[in-house]
């Protein structure tokens, strides 16, 4: 039985632009932008180099492709937490599990999108950049009780669950804290309440 395909990948993609966006992802995701080749590319998907080509100008291209296509999924994926509605506490839980649950399917989405997010954010086109994170960690820090109140400024509280959130997939990524991620879904939520709630 043939896996389903990850997001990234459209079941009408040739397949050879299957193969090389899953290639390129892991690659990208393991050793960084610069530390993947187009011949690692070529040679992890199984295909040449010019039929990369085919289908991505340049090693950037395919980057910011998969960039862009990942970061809206994860960032519709968040979106719709928030937008389910509820009280600030279901938000969050929701928020939390969302994220997490992205961590546990996609981890090398994840990483691939916090490692490359200095090269490639600038370059992606405007309606990914206007849907930022950080803009989806106010509008939820902004129903907190204690930045309503102003004990606590919105942009700390931000910063401080989404900066939590990533660093900790770090960790479990490298193997510097143990996983799954589910596993923090309680401690998170504690933690962004006394912040914020």
Not at 14 to 37: D, Q, V
Not at 81 to 101: H, N, P, Q, S
Not at 107 to 134: E, H, N, Q, Y
Not at 154 to 166: E, I, R, S
Request: with cysteine.
């Amino acid at each position: 039985m043939t896996p389903p395909l990850p997001f990234y990948v459209q079941p009408d993609d040739a397949p050879a632009k299957r193969e090389i966006l899953r290639a390129a992802l892991r690659l990208f995701s393991e050793h960084g932008l610069a530390g993947t080749s187009i011949r690692d590319i070529a040679r992890e998907s199984g295909y040449t180099n010019p039929a990369l080509y085919r289908h991505f100008p340049s090693k950037e291209a395919l980057a910011l492709h998969l960039f862009e296509t990942c970061h809206e999924r994860v960032w519709k994926t968040c979106d719709a937490a928030l937008r389910a509605g509820g009280t600030f506490d279901e938000k969050l839980e929701r928020y939390v599990a969302a994220w997490l649950g992205l961590f546990e399917a996609y981890p090398d989405v994840l990483a691939f999108l916090s490692d490359s997010a200095r090269v490639l954010w600038p370059k992606a086109k405007g309606s990914v950049r206007r849907r930022t994170m950080i803009g989806l960690g106010r509008r939820l820090m902004r129903e907190a009780p204690r930045v309503g109140a102003g004990e606590v400024d919105v942009d700390v509280a931000a910063a401080g669950m989404q900066g939590t959130l990533a660093e900790l997939a770090r960790m479990i990524h490298v193997g510097a804290a143990p996983g799954p991620p589910s596993s923090w879904q309680s401690r998170l939520v504690t933690l962004f309440h006394r912040l914020a709630g």
